[in-house]
């Protein structure tokens, strides 16, 4: 059974960086058939894709979060992880990450975690 | 970039048939998966691949994808289905998510 842990400040002052940390077991982050996604969801809302990477470090992202968002992997220690930079109380959400089939299907997500921007 | 549209709310009697809609541009050329979260929970993955149910799914769900619009049903609605259910399709290098909608069971 896979399981994805997101790991991270839960709190954070606007205009600082948001980082968090994925890490995955019961399964192999090396398995080509699958990318390692970010995904967001303010309170009371939807759920908005932040980005994926695949196990050689290519990645895609959102449009619109593009210009401050990147994403990286660490296959030895069985990690990805997340950095927002410049962020706003609009980025205020639970920051879930999750696995993703080539085919595009999302399979297994972690928990979920609760990051507040706010001085 | 590509919009999934979804209905906010479907009411539907324990026992009914709740019918959930996702309509987008050409959507029947995409494939949609459909996810199910109940609050405080992460989402999970009730239909994949337009209509194939994953393991642990109940046979009361159903996918169907045609046209501009795809559909998920729930036959036999429980009380345990009330939560809310989005769609979602991989276009262009982007996952894209319906605004989902919540299903409550009168």
């Known amino acids: 059974q896979v399981q994805l842990q997101e790991s991270g400040p839960g709190l954070v002052k606007p205009s600082e960086t948001l980082s968090l940390t994925c890490t995955v077991s019961?399964?192999?982050?090396?398995?080509?058939?699958?990318?390692w996604t970010w995904i967001r969801q303010p309170a009371g809302k939807g759920l908005e894709w932040i980005g994926r990477i695949y196990n050689s470090g290519s990645t895609n992202y959102n449009p619109s979060l593009k210009s401050r968002v990147i994403i990286s992997i660490d296959t030895s220690k069985s990690q990805f992880s997340l950095n927002l930079a410049s962020v706003t109380a609009a980025d205020t959400a639970v920051y879930f990450c999750a696995r993703a089939h080539v085919l595009g299907v999302i399979d297994y997500w972690g928990q979920g975690a609760l990051v507040i921007v706010s001085s | 970039s590509y919009v999934l549209t979804q209905p906010p709310s479907v009411s539907v009697a324990p026992g009914e048939t709740a019918m959930m809609t996702c309509a987008g541009s050409?959507?029947?050329?995409?494939?949609v998966h459909w996810y199910q979260q109940k609050p405080g929970q992460a989402p999970l993955l009730v239909m994949s691949?337009?209509?194939d149910r994953p393991s642990g799914i109940p046979e009361r769900f159903s996918g169907a994808n045609s046209g501009t619009t795809a559909t998920l049903t729930i036959t036999r609605v429980e009380a345990g289905d009330e939560a809310d259910y989005f769609c979602?399709?991989?276009?262009?290098?982007?996952?894209?998510f319906g605004g989902g909608t919540k299903l409550t069971v009168l």
């Open positions: 979602q399709v991989w276009d262009t290098d982007s996952e894209i």
């Open positions: 050409n959507l029947g050329t995409k494939t």
């Open positions: 691949y337009d209509f």
């Open positions: 019961g399964g192999s982050i090396r398995n080509g058939n699958y990318y």
